[in-house]
Every structure is written in C-alpha cells, then in structure tokens.
T-cell receptor
Framework: GQQVMQIPQYQHVQEGEDFTTYCNSSTTLSNIQWYKQRPGGHPVFLIQLVKSGEVKKQKRLTFQFGEAKKNSSLHITATQTTDVGTYFCAGPEAAGNKLTFGGGTRVLVKP | GAGVSQSPRYKVAKRGQDVALRCDPISGHVSLFWYQQALGQGPEFLTYFQNEAQLDKSGLPSDRFFAERPEGSVSTLKIQRTQQEDSAVYLC???????????????FGPGTRLTVL
C-alpha cells in the first residue's frame, strides 16, 4: 500500500533559525496536506497543495509540492517557540478520501 | 457545534473489557473518519463513513473493532475484549465532502486516549 515518509524525525532548532522538513510518498499523490499537532493536542489542518510544483506561503511557513507529485517540503523561517509541535504530511489513497500520514517531524525550539 | 467533539477524553480499561468511544462530527459534515495514533507515530486510518454507510473498514486491526454511524451523524467506535496493544489515542475527523476531485479538509477532534492495563 501507499507509504509516506518524513525526515527528519526530530528537528532541534535555535529560535530565529530556519529549517526544512521533507515528505516523500511511494506513490504519486493527487494532493498533499500538512497538519500541525501541538504537544497533547490533535492534528490541525494547515494547507493543501494540489498542483505539480505548487508553492504556498503562510506567514513564515512555505510549502512546496514536487514536480512529480511524490514529495513535498515545509520550510519555516525565523523559528519561534510557537512553532513547537509535530508537523505531519498526509496524502489521500487512490480511492476515497482516507489519508495516509507520514510519521511526522517533531520540532523543538531552543530559546 | 464549533468543532468535532469526542468522549470520553480519557479511558482506562482492564484487559478484556469492552469500550465504546463516541464522536460528534461538525454539523452537516457528510464524511467521518476514525484514526488510531500510537505514541510518537502519525495517525493511522481505521474506518470511514459517508453519512450512515461505512464505505471502508480496511484499517480496523481485528474483528474486535467495530464502528457504526446509524443516523449519519454521531459515530461510535467499539472495541471488544481490549488488549494492551489497543492502547493509543483514537482520533475522529469529519469533512464536508464537497463534490469534485480534491480531498476535503478533515477536521480532527481532540481524541480519546485509551489505556489498557
């Protein structure tokens, strides 16, 4: 079945620095979604990318969908303590809307 | 309601007990999903409803797991004869199910943390 991998598993960042987390799917995706889960919380939808090569920005967060629609990245600039949490990418199965989630990148920010 | 709600938030069960977890989706949302999230892992799909019809139950790990949504709104996930490996957070999500080729945004509830002793 479809597999979604994320690297790195953990990201320790100094406050103010930039970092990027990567998502790779074993199959071509119709779209990719990103979620953020704060410690003790539940996944909260951030964004959906649909088009090949699409780039979307949300303030300090930049999301990109690969040309082959099999990978995606999330780049955060000037990291803040509010960015702490686990970032998941997820892609739909070929049939239906059920999502396959990656293992997540857990972000820890050092003040 | 404002969002997806789940109850109970925490459940401790002795091995062998049956448990029932409830999900109240966002009003008007057609699709409802159940996911299982083990500690330090991403959510894993269990089952999916469109209105009252259970269209996909391929993720249910065993026949001890059963889900229903009889009136197309509230859903219950039941686990019979719980085992220690069932310990996890059970997340419910709902989506509007718009027509078209895009995957709808799924809105997650706070989850039920199940601990089986």
């Amino acid at each position: 079945g479809q597999q979604v991998m994320q690297i790195p598993q953990y990201q320790h960042v100094q406050e103010g620095e930039d970092f990027t987390t990567y998502c790779n799917s074993s199959t071509t995706l119709s779209n990719i979604q990103w979620y953020k889960q704060r410690p003790g919380g539940h996944p909260v939808f951030l964004i959906q990318l649909v088009k090949s090569g699409e780039v979307k920005k949300q303030k300090r967060l930049t999301f990109q969908f690969g040309e082959a629609k099999k990978n995606s990245s999330l780049h955060i600039t000037a990291t803040q303590t509010t960015d702490v949490g686990t970032y998941f990418c997820a892609g739909p199965e070929a049939a239906g809307n059920k999502l396959t989630f990656g293992g997540g990148t857990r972000v820890l920010v050092k003040p | 309601g404002a969002g997806v709600s789940q109850s109970p938030r925490y459940k401790v069960a002795k091995r062998g007990q049956d448990v029932a977890l409830r999900c109240d989706p966002i009003s008007g949302h057609v699709s409802l999903f159940w996911y299982q999230q083990a500690l330090g892992q991403g959510p894993e799909f269990l089952t999916y409803f469109q209105n009252e019809a259970q269209l996909d139950k391929s993720g249910l790990p065993s026949d001890r797991f059963f889900a229903e949504r009889p009136e197309g709104s509230v859903s219950t996930l039941k686990i019979q004869r719980t085992q220690q490996e069932d310990s996890a957070v059970y997340l419910c999500a709902s989506s509007l199910d718009l027509a078209g080729g895009h995957t709808d945004t799924q809105y997650f509830g706070p989850g039920t943390r199940l601990t089986v002793l």
